[in-house]
């Protein structure tokens, strides 16, 4: 084995090239060390990342506790430019009318009754009776007071009844609440009604003259009754009402 060794390397050296021992030899020998040097290295970064687990684990929750915060910062953002429109409204209605800003906390889950519950009650100046209004017309009239928060009868109850006037042509009637809409009754059958006539209120016990209630959608005449009747599509949003102002009687 030696005298084949020592022959492979002689006739290695005259050909100017290395033997192919030489090569195994030196190839088992870089393995060795690259595979002895990636030991290290992990070792080493193992021993690291242990040294530094508790600074990471730290800037972790760090980070954690600010994402928190920004996405908490970025809800009360986003609802404060959601409700930017109704503290708007509030702001316009409020300059035309002297009343006590309030807003819309609650309503009947069970839909028995039209009626809303509003963050404002007797300690505030509220009282029964009191007109509810929005930037866009007549919500209702509070039935009911506590301290700190007071029920509203909306426009649409069945038992919610408000003098009413069209305002094209001054003629006087009842808009009583359908539960859905407003049915303006008792109006004089010589009286001519159009679709899209303005109804506005009448000086009342709740309410001032001329404050919106809607537009007459469709008229009813009875053949041979006293009066005739139309059907008014509500200006107010019942279904989103948030900012609303109570006026004082």
Known sequence: MAALVALVQLDAAKSGKPSLIAVAVTSVAVWTQSAVAATASAVGNAGATIEEAPRLYADNADLRARNDALRSENDRLREALAAAPDAAALARV??????????????????????????????????????????????????????????????????????????????????????SRVRLEYVSQDARLTVGDAVVTGEGRSFHAGLLIGRIAAVDHPEGALYQSAVVEPAVAFGRLGRVLVIRR
């Open 94 to 179: 409020a300059a035309r009318q002297d009343g006590i800003a309030a807003t819309t906390i609650g309503y009947d889950p069970e839909n028995a009754s039209r009626t809303i519950t509003i963050d404002r009650g007797s300690e505030a100046g509220v009282r029964r009776d009191d007109g509810v209004i929005d930037d866009d017309g007549v919500v209702g009239r509070v039935v009911e007071t506590t301290p700190f928060t007071s029920s509203v009868l909306l426009l649409t109850d069945g038992a919610s009844k408000v003098p009413a006037v069209v305002q094209r042509g001054r003629w006087w009637g009842i808009a009583t609440g359908t539960n």
